[in-house]
């Protein structure tokens, strides 16, 4: 059964310190894998798609990367700006086309 | 023009009422989703329109029924809710239901219902 898992479910920064959330899947044959952010009361907004393990995109203070079973969203030095729900997203592996299956989240907190 | 704008923004609602969330795109995408979200869940898919005709339908009570008019609307029409159904309720769109297509998301309505 194709699952996307993110952890941690939470995570607690101080301005200034780095670190990695993570979403692991099982997908066979991956069709692209997707990055959001979520603000309280609004819609995912698009950060990113990778499609193929090794691949790295950055825009800002993030950097997303792929490897063959998991992705990692890589925040250097956050801003209080950078709070908010991180998600990542499949599409199902099947012949319906675009249905993505999204993780459960991680809720980023950075304080000033 | 990137945004996908949903109407009312908020809205409570009884048992026995009906009412209808909105959306609207002018991207010129020919996909259309509603998801529905509840409290610090992901977002769950409930429809795909493609090119105007319903193509996914992921087994919602038929208390939920979409409508899509034309390509840059979709409609959700609710009557005959139960408050487990209070949720933000988000409309996206996609270039056309392919693989890889990223969603643009609407902000989505909230619901409740009393």
């Known amino acids: 059964e194709d699952q996307v898992t993110q952890s941690p479910e939470a995570l607690r920064l101080q301005e200034g310190e780095s670190s990695s959330l993570n979403c692991s899947y099982t997908v066979s044959g991956l069709r692209g894998l997707f990055w959001y952010r979520q603000d309280p009361g609004k819609g995912p907004e698009f950060l990113f798609t990778?499609?193929?393990a090794g691949e790295e995109k950055e825009k800002e203070r993030l950097k997303a990367t792929l490897t063959k079973k998991e992705s990692f969203l890589h925040i250097t030095a956050p801003k209080p700006e950078d709070s908010a729900t991180y998600l990542c997203a499949v599409p199902l592996n099947n012949n319906a086309g675009n249905m993505l299956t999204f993780g459960g989240g991680t809720r980023l907190m950075v304080k000033p | 023009d990137t945004e996908v704008t949903q109407t009312p923004k908020h809205l409570v609602m009884g048992m026995t009422n009906k009412k209808s969330l909105k959306c609207e795109q002018h991207m010129g995408h020919r996909a259309m989703y509603w998801y529905k979200q509840k409290a610090k869940k992901p977002p769950e898919l409930m429809f795909v329109?493609?090119?105007?005709?319903?193509?996914i339908n992921e087994s919602v009570p038929s208390r939920f029924s979409p409508e899509c008019p034309n390509s840059s609307l979709l409609n959700l029409h609710l009557h005959a809710l139960q408050p487990e159904d209070s949720a933000l309720y988000l409309c996206a769109s996609s270039q056309d239901q392919g693989y890889g297509e990223k969603l643009f998301f609407g902000s989505g309505t909230q619901l409740s219902v009393l």
């Open positions: 329109y493609s090119y105007e005709k319903l193509s």
């Open positions: 990778l499609y193929s």
